[in-house]
């Protein structure tokens, strides 16, 4: 082995021993290794990988290695909060500055960076350039920054920050510093503007695989919301679950309505107080809640490991954001379900709200057009009947090869296809021709159902012969299927304040039986178990899970941190599944570092040796009862 390869070797495994002392991980995730050591090396890097896919650990270990102090810029306060809990519970040192803190926090902090105690220190971007902070910095020598959440530098992704924008005077202000930029979704096209406005020089570039095989991702007609979420979080009752809406008001009403259908739920959007949505947030990670229904301002400032579910009330903007908030499930490697509630409406809500926000911004047709672009690529999704990983892949220019995910609607055949939808389809393109194209849907629908309307009658409408002719149909079904018929082009809505339907060519190819049409109605309660739920339990004593969970929960409660943040469920199955019986079968288990070994070993070992025997008494009880 030439010395080259020998020093690779060394450093290799002066990594992993890193990663166990601290994090209780006996191998690297892929690209992770090559990360670390452009961190390590002071090379630029730009690294894409998947929510889950151990950003974190890519900046954190170097530090941690060469003995130095690196600065991470994070957007939000709660994030960094989070991460700095997280890791001090884990032994290594860490530190937040942020306008959250009392100034005398605030003073002793920059003590210990100015002592070099801490490795990491976190920042939001408007500190990171603010006269006194540059200044501390300078004296510190500090030799690289890492750019958490990068995609924010760029226009042309899906959630641009201008403060992100400034950025780019780092590598002026630093020039021996390196910069790494890292992001959990960026096409092509954003992975070259991030590396432009940051100036990275001739950057390791990493990109990992997008495809998340332990999410499952399900597409479903949305028929009635309300009803249809409630039944997903009774899927996963007593875990993590966010439900995205659009509007503050979509949040406010499902979680009043989910509350009074027994759920532990509650609200969050931007338009709250800020003691309020700090709140919800705590009492999400401490688990005192289950649910958190939100818009989009709630997510990125969640650390938390063991979201079992994410739930999108309605389409989302773009599959970069449909990508990015479906990331926040499963990030312990552990199943999640990801479930999309679908009606064609939410694209035509969103095309207004794009054109509208654009000309209150005064902003550039360009600018509008390519929201509507990232619009038709989340509705290709959502309408689709393609495999969804497999979509989701392409979208980031990678392929797919997998013939079946055996983790999505599609592949798991749960959608039905009505054998009738040309039938259907021909009596709703009539209808609309019979009001005389004059009338929007939900006029429509209602003369299609036969209803007892005041509008419907003042118009003559109920003696028409299309009249009643889809009565059998719920009404919301409906109107979800007369969407679809709009989303397929088959039949055009206006964009006027009160739009109305109108016919076009393909319109009178379907009444004329000379065009077919496909339409999607969700299956009654069918949800099939997958294969990764199965792996992932197997050999696993569920009631000792849950127990394990008690006991976190306890332990969280006494030293005031998220409860996550002890031990993720990944760490809680894999002693369920082992059962360790002393502090070297402990330090096995995944996820426990030597810290976490002094910290609770002796509390966990003590629980689990309870719990078996008492179940063990039981079971040779019960064995005995039935053996008279």
């Keep these: 082995m030439s010395v080259v390869a020998d020093a690779q070797s060394a450093t290799l495994s002066a990594i992993l021993a890193a990663v166990h002392h601290y994090w209780g991980y006996d191998e690297l995730r892929p690209l992770q290794a090559e990360a670390i050591q452009a961190g390590l090396q002071r090379r630029d890097s730009l690294v894409v990988l998947p ?14 290695l060469a003995g130095r102090t690196d600065v991470v810029v994070s957007p939000l306060i709660s994030l960094m909060k989070d991460q700095v809990d997280g890791l001090r519970q884990c032994g290594y040192p860490a530190v937040a500055l942020h306008s959250g803190l009392p100034a005398i926090f605030q003073r002793e902090i920059e003590k210990e960076i100015r002592a070099g105690r801490p490795h990491l220190v976190f920042v939001a971007p408007e500190r990171l350039l603010s006269p006194g902070f540059v200044e501390l910095l300078e004296r510190l020598s500090v030799r ?4 958490d959440e990068a995609h924010c530098i760029s226009h042309w992704g899906h959630d641009f920050r201008p403060e992100y924008r400034r950025l780019a005077v780092l590598k002026q202000r630093y020039p ?16 070259q503007d991030i590396v432009a406005q940051l100036q990275l020089e001739q950057p390791t570039t990493l990109v990992g695989i997008f495809d998340r095989p332990n999410l499952i991702y399900r597409v479903i007609p949305r028929i009635d919301s309300d009803r249809q979420i409630l039944e997903v979080i009774e899927r996963h009752r007593g875990q993590a679950v966010i439900v995205y809406c659009i509007t503050r008001k979509d949040t406010e009403h499902l979680a009043t309505w989910l509350q009074a259908a027994g759920a532990r739920a509650a609200c969050y959007h931007a338009g709250l107080g800020a003691e309020l949505r700090r709140t919800t947030q705590e009492r999400f990670a401490r688990e005192e809640i289950d649910v958190v229904v939100a818009t989009v301002a709630f997510g990125m400032g969640i650390d938390r490991s063991d979201v079992r579910c994410v739930v999108h009330a309605a389409l989302p903007k773009s599959l970069e954001h449909y990508q990015q ?7 312990d490697g552990l199943e999640a379900e990801c479930v999309l509630f679908y009606s064609p409406a939410d694209a035509l809500r969103w095309e207004a709200l794009i054109r509208r926000s654009a000309e209150d911004a005064q902003r550039s047709e360009e600018v509008i057009a390519a929201g509507l672009e990232l619009l038709g690529h989340i509705r290709a999704y959502a309408a689709g009947l393609v495999c969804r990983h497999k979509v989701l892949s392409e979208h980031f220019g990678q392929p797919y090869e997998k013939p079946n995910c055996e983790a999505c609607d599609v592949c798991l055949d749960e959608g039905e296809v009505d054998q ?7 009596k709703i393109l009539s209808c609309v021709a019979r009001v005389e194209q004059r009338f929007g849907v ?41 969407y679809q018929l709009i989303e397929q082009g088959v039949l055009n809505r206006t964009h006027s304040d009160r739009p109305i339907l109108k016919l076009n060519a393909a319109s009178w190819e379907v009444m004329r039986g000379e065009r077919h049409v496909r339409l999607v109605l969700p299956k009654q309660r069918v949800v099939k178990a997958t294969k990764i739920q199965a792996e992932s339990w197997e050999d696993v004593d569920r009631g000792l899970f849950e127990s394990l969970r008690e006991l976190r929960r306890t332990i969280a409660v006494e030293r005031g941190v998220p409860a996550y943040i002890i031990f993720g469920d990944a760490a809680l199955r894999d002693m369920a599944r082992r059962r360790p019986r002393t502090p070297e079968e402990f330090l096995a288990v995944h996820g426990v570092g030597e810290t976490k070994l002094k910290s609770f070993g002796a509390r966990f070992l003590d629980h689990i040796k309870a719990y078996l025997g008492a179940n063990s008494r039981q079971s040779s009880a019960d064995s005995n009862v039935v053996g008279n």
């Design 51 to 64: 929510t889950g896919g151990g950003k974190s650990l890519c900046y954190q270990v170097p530090p941690a």
């Design 144 to 147: 690289a920054f890492a750019i």
């Design 176 to 191: 021996k510093a390196s910069i790494h930029a890292y992001t959990a979704t960026a096409t092509e096209r954003v992975r």
């Design 325 to 331: 908030e479906t990331g926040r499930a499963g990030r």
């Design 420 to 426: 009738e939808a040309t039938v259907i389809a021909q």
């Design 442 to 482: 939900g006029h429509v629908v209602k003369v299609l159902t036969g209803s007892n309307d005041k509008q419907v009658r003042s118009f003559g409408h109920d003696r028409l012969s299309t009249f009643g002719l889809l009565k059998d149909l719920d009404a919301k079904k409906l109107m979800n299927l007369v």
